[in-house]
């Protein structure tokens, strides 16, 4: 062999090498990358807030790998989940949903993306009962008393900021409007964050959010609780009846948290941002603060939270065909 034939050997082999290391790191570059976690609302709402409890464990979990929380309101979170679904999927770039996830493919029959094949499910990782918080000028002191003074006012008297049209806070307030024969006029926001500013500013009579969004407002006394809307009254509200507690039995409306990620990703790298999210949510510390603002953790696996969805689907698609909802506003 020649001098000039053993360097282009050489060479070559040398090149094999560098493209097989490039290919082996491959994985973990995506690893190097910040972990964008794109939350639907803007900063102040349920899901910032959960996001950002997680946000300093979750990167500890990551051995050290940067965590970013990225809000991306509008279109009742279409604009973030569509976000999501185009993304790189390498693990990288995650959608903290909400419960709009599972009702947006009830109400929108022409999303920019498609529910139920354009994702992978991480973890669901909290529930919480909706919190039914009011301006203080409003009457009562509760639910009921509430009702039993708007039945005497005109329909439409008062009325109820959302986060949107077709969320969950939209639906549930309907649904409870039809058992109590009250008509409430339904205002939409952009999201909890600005729902309770009109709420405190007197723009919005009252709204529906987590105890996690109203407990600042609650604790300086401009937002007063009427009513949780879970199993059982919370811990920091132990005064504020349930609905069901208040005339209606069996009314329960949970908003919930999962995480995903865009189809394509990996399966090892699902398995391991499934187990990092499940362990950060065991953590003391993280536990009592998602339980002082009224979360109740889940922590499951993608399957149980593909079924939660379609559960959630199933459930106000039903409800929706069966009344005269208003989805334009």
């Known amino acids: 062999m020649t001098y000039t034939t053993m360097r282009r050997a050489l060479a070559a082999v040398c090149a094999l090498a560098a493209l097989g290391g490039g290919l082996a790191a491959a994985p973990a570059h995506a690893e190097e990358k910040p972990l964008i976690l794109v939350v639907p609302y803007p900063p102040g709402g349920s899901t910032d807030i959960l996001a950002r409890i997680l946000q300093p464990r979750l990167s500890k979990e990551l051995g050290g790998r940067a965590v970013v929380v990225e809000n991306r309101p509008g279109a009742a979170s279409q604009i973030a989940t569509a976000f999501v679904a185009r993304a790189e999927p390498d693990g990288s770039t ?77 639906l549930a307030p309907e649904e409870l409007k039809r058992l109590s024969k009250v ?40 937002i007063k609780p009427l009513a949780v809307a879970g199993e059982k009254r919370l811990p920091d509200l132990p005064n504020v009846p349930t609905v069901a507690e208040s005339g209606f039995p069996g009314f329960v409306a949970y908003s919930w948290s999962g995480m995903f990620a865009p189809k394509g990703t990996p399966a090892a790298t699902v398995k391991k941002l499934t187990q990092a999210f499940n362990t950060v949510l065991a953590d003391p510390d993280v536990k009592k603060k998602l339980e002082e603002a009224g979360f109740e953790i889940v922590a499951s696996n993608g399957p149980a939270l593909d079924a939660y969805v379609k559960a959630e689907y199933d459930r106000w698609s039903k409800f929706i065909k069966s009344s005269n909802i208003n989805l334009d506003n």
């Open 94 to 170: 995650l959608l903290v949903s909400f419960d709009n996830h599972g009702i947006n493919p009830a109400v929108k029959p022409k999303l920019p993306y498609d529910t139920f094949k354009d994702f992978v499910a991480i973890t669901q990782t909290v529930r919480f009962p909706l919190v039914l918080g009011a301006n203080p000028g409003v009457p009562g002191d509760n639910l009921k008393e509430f009702l039993a003074a708007a039945a005497k006012q005109p329909p439409n008297k008062f009325n109820y900021a959302s986060t949107g049209v077709g969320s969950l806070n939209h």
């Open 183 to 222: 008509e409430l006029l339904h205002v939409p926001y952009g999201g909890g964050g600005p729902a309770i500013q009109a709420v405190v500013g007197g723009q919005a009579n009252m709204t529906w959010l987590s105890f996690a969004a109203l407990r600042g407002q609650i604790q300086a006394g401009k």
